[in-house]
């Protein structure tokens, strides 16, 4: 089942980027500021929660 929740948990967050981090780029004065809304978002997700603190920050600087 873990297979399963991995998967689960990396389709939650393509989602989440497809959908919400665009909503909140335009929503922001600046790519910073978009940044660390995400990442408040994040921290409190579990498909992103599971990544660990360097993987969420990896993906965040990923961010355009």
Aim: aromatic share 12%; with cysteine.
């Amino acid at each position: 089942m873990q297979w399963l929740r991995r998967w689960w948990h990396a389709r939650q967050r393509k989602v989440d980027l497809n959908i919400l981090w665009p909503q909140i780029r335009i929503r922001a004065t600046s790519l910073e500021q978009a940044r660390k809304a995400f990442l408040m978002f994040a921290v409190h997700d579990e498909a992103w929660k599971c990544l660990g603190e360097e993987g969420i920050y990896q993906e965040i600087l990923k961010l355009r």
